[in-house]
């Protein structure tokens, strides 16, 4: 079946800098769409989310870009502190159907 | 506002016992999930499930697993006669519809 990718299933980032992390989902029908956040030995948690009829959305040192022209999803971190590496998954919704979960991303924090 | 629940955290069980995950979901949310995941690996869907009803059981394996989700009480996710393979973390989300979930701490099975 149809299922969410990501580019990158590892990320290092220098402490300060901006991460960005990206996603390629398949479903062109899909309307919602999230990020979530897992650390380690913990559940994921919710970060952001978006609509279709939105192309950006910003939260508190986190911006999620939805391109649905090429299917791309992309989540940013800015000013990357150690306490954001984690394992961070993209997720679609299509209409009327379950959540779709991509692989994850691996994001490490260099100090 | 509690969130998602979910016990025991840890469960240790001998090949061949039962396991049972329980998995409270926040109030006012109808919709539960349970996801399986293997170390450094993503997470499966198992099952979705709404108050007395499994909506959707394709990524649960037929055999030794089944889900409830009674009226009253927590979702239970049940392994009969585990083994080894079993060993993983399970997660539960609940949502108030089929859009943002949110998940529980999770509950990590070892199989002896």
């Known amino acids: 079946g149809e299922s969410v990718g990501l580019h990158l299933p590892t990320l290092s980032v220098q402490e300060g800098d901006n991460s960005i992390i990206n996603c390629a989902y398949s479903n062109s029908a899909s309307d919602y769409f999230i990020w979530y956040k897992q650390e380690s030995g913990k559940g994921p948690q919710f970060i952001i989310d978006i609509r279709s009829n939105m192309d950006k959305r910003q939260g508190q040192r986190v911006t999620v870009l939805l391109n649905k022209t090429v299917k791309h999803l992309s989540l940013q971190i800015a000013a990357t502190q150690p306490g954001d590496s984690a394992v961070y998954f993209c997720a679609e919704t299509p209409p009327g159907d379950k959540v779709i979960f991509g692989p994850g991303t691996s994001l490490s924090v260099i100090p | 506002n509690a969130g998602v629940m979910q016990n025991p955290r840890h469960l240790v069980r001998r090949r061949g016992q039962e396991a049972r995950l329980r998995c409270s979901p926040m109030k006012g949310h109808s919709h539960v999930y349970w996801y399986r995941q293997l170390p450094e690996e993503g997470l499966k869907f198992m099952v979705y499930?709404?108050?007395?009803?499994?909506?959707?059981e394709s990524g649960m394996p037929k055999e030794r697993f089944s889900a409830e989700f009674p009226k009253e009480g927590p979702s239970i996710l049940r392994i009969q006669q585990v083994v080894r393979g079993d060993s993983a973390a399970y997660f539960c989300?609940?949502?108030?519809?089929?859009?943002?979930?949110?998940f529980g701490p999770g509950t990590r099975l070892t199989v002896l």
């Open positions: 499930l709404q108050k007395e009803n499994i909506i959707d």
């Open positions: 989300a609940s949502s108030p519809a089929m859009d943002t979930q949110y």
